[in-house]
């Protein structure tokens, strides 16, 4: 009689420890899939990070169609000589693939001008002109951006040179709306550890490396995906 007690009692336990394997096993894979739909979510709409702050702002500019495979994040500052250099190559890269990327500006001010630059662009924006303004600070940045001797004042000429309704651009310019703008783009910033600029996000997926090389093997990454 013991002996039959002992062997259902042993049974008893290894269908216990049985079944505690297999819950774990079990809820492993339920992490693992989880963890998976996540990451296929950040790759396919990546406007929100994981518990972190979103990528995509509504007021965020953004170029290239909305349904794009790939979303190209870029922190930038204006008056910042790296944003200018890579400015040109990311134009290329849109160019090469149109259609299928889509680039979204964020700011992340770190010059003595940043804020009035990024608040000139909002208020060409206003008129339609965000794009334009943008190459014209790139393009004039060497003048209007100098770290010797740098000139803001000339920042409204640019906006007369495009041909924009100066009384709405300057009504503009010191908008403190703007400054709201440039502040949650730069916590947003911050919290995704974004430390200088520019800062590339591709789908979700910070480049490590700038220039235009390691850029496009990351855009090809997740068009291939």
């Known amino acids: 009689m013991k002996k039959d007690l002992y062997r259902v009692a042993g049974i008893a336990a290894v269908a216990i420890v049985a079944l505690a394997l297999g819950a774990a096993a079990y809820m492993r894979s339920q992490k693992a899939e989880r963890a998976q739909q996540v990451a296929q979510q950040a790759a396919q709409n990546p406007k929100a990070k994981a518990d972190g702050p ?21 922190f930038l500052d204006p008056e910042c000589e790296s944003c200018r250099a890579m400015y040109p190559l990311v134009k290329h890269l849109l160019g090469q693939y149109e259609g299928k990327v889509r680039l979204v500006i964020r700011y992340m001010p770190l ?11 909002e ?14 600070l790139f393009t004039n940045q060497p003048q209007w951006g100098s770290h010797h001797a740098p000139k803001p004042e000339l920042i409204p000429d640019y906006a007369q040179q495009l041909g924009l309704d100066m009384g709405a651009f300057r009504s503009l310019l010191n908008s403190a709306a703007h400054k709201t703008i440039v502040e949650t783009d730069r916590t947003d910033g911050q919290s995704l550890g974004v430390t200088g600029t520019p800062t590339f996000f591709v789908n979700g997926r910070q480049l490590e490396r700038l220039g235009y090389e390691s850029l496009k093997a990351l855009i090809d990454e997740e068009l291939a995906k």
Not at 55 to 65: L, Y
Not at 123 to 136: I, P, T
Request: aromatic share 6%; charged share 15%.
């Open 54 to 74: 979103p990528f995509i702002r509504p007021h965020s500019h953004s170029h290239g169609p909305m349904d794009a495979k790939v979303t190209v994040v870029e």
């Open 111 to 121: 010059h003595p001008n940043s804020l009035m630059a990024a608040s000139a662009l």
């Open 123 to 136: 208020a060409a924006g206003a008129q339609g002109r965000y794009w334009e303004m943008l190459e014209s």
